[in-house]
Nanobody, 115 residues
């Protein structure tokens, strides 16, 4: 069983950067494919991107080139580096696993981007 806890959210101006972290517990988390999602008020949840056990990443078109997903197996932590942030990136961000079922989620962290 894996447990996930996100952190690093906050409020920044457009054009700024934030790095979100997702601390994972459990012996086998590093074998899991993991993902970042976001949900803005009144909108459907959106997949931001994924990273598999080999470190291969995928990104939504809306964030490609601005966001970077990585993981540090030694620290049991997944990261989402967000650069060139836009007001439309405002949302609650969640990490989740595994990619074939998304049955484990963190509690979410709020990101607010002002123009």
């Amino acid at each position: 069983q894996v447990q996930l806890v996100e952190s690093g959210g906050g409020s920044v101006q457009a054009g700024g950067s934030l790095r979100l972290s997702c601390a994972a517990s459990g012996n086998t988390w590093r074998t899991y494919c993991m993902g970042w999602f976001r949900q803005a008020p009144g909108k459907e949840r959106e997949e931001v991107g994924t990273i598999d056990s080999d470190g291969v990443t995928t990104y939504a078109h809306s964030v490609k080139g601005r966001f970077t997903i990585s993981k540090d197996n030694a620290k049991n932590t997944l990261y989402l580096q967000m650069d060139s942030l836009k007001p439309e990136d405002t949302a609650t961000y969640y990490c989740a696993t595994p990619c074939d079922s998304w049955h484990t989620w963190g509690q979410g962290t709020q990101v607010t981007i002002s123009s």
